[in-house]
């Protein structure tokens, strides 16, 4: 049996299912009321919404005549936990290497520093070597 969130996301890939849930969002609607800006049937949508029914995405109720559907936003708390779990161990595995990279450049700068040291030791030294050899 698939899990809850494996059905959730399963259910929004499609980019129909997204956006009728984008309209949801804002109000509840009537399954006819939800096919209006698609070039498809009724019963086409009425599949799309079942298969978000069968997520916990959406539930319908029933208000006299009508039966408007309702985005079920607790589905997203679900969601967002586990969206977030691997938010934050990617964040923290950025973080590493921002600290891996920072002690790089750290070691990298003393590494460039201690050569120009030596460098310029070098320098002196040869120069120092040439006078005495002139003055003698």
């Known amino acids: 049996m698939t899990d809850q969130l494996s059905k959730i996301f399963a259910a929004l890939a499609d980019p129909t299912r997204r956006d009728m849930v984008a309209r949801l969002s804002v109000a509840n609607a009537t399954v006819n009321e939800l096919a209006e800006p698609y070039d498809m049937s009724v019963q086409a949508v009425s599949k799309h919404l079942k298969v978000l029914e069968d997520s916990g995405l959406v539930s319908r109720t029933r ?6 559907v309702h985005l079920e936003d607790n589905v ?7 969206i977030e779990r691997y938010r934050q161990q990617a964040e923290d595995r950025y973080q590493r290497l921002d600290a891996v990279l920072a002690q790089m450049d750290a070691d990298e700068a003393t590494h460039d520093s201690d050569a120009s040291a030596a460098s310029a030791k070098r320098s002196e030294d040869t120069s120092s070597h040439g006078k005495s050899r002139k003055g003698a």
Not at 76 to 82: E, G, H, I, N, R
């Open 63 to 68: 208000e006299a005549q009508r039966r408007p």
């Open 76 to 82: 997203f708390d679900l969601m967002t936990k586990w």
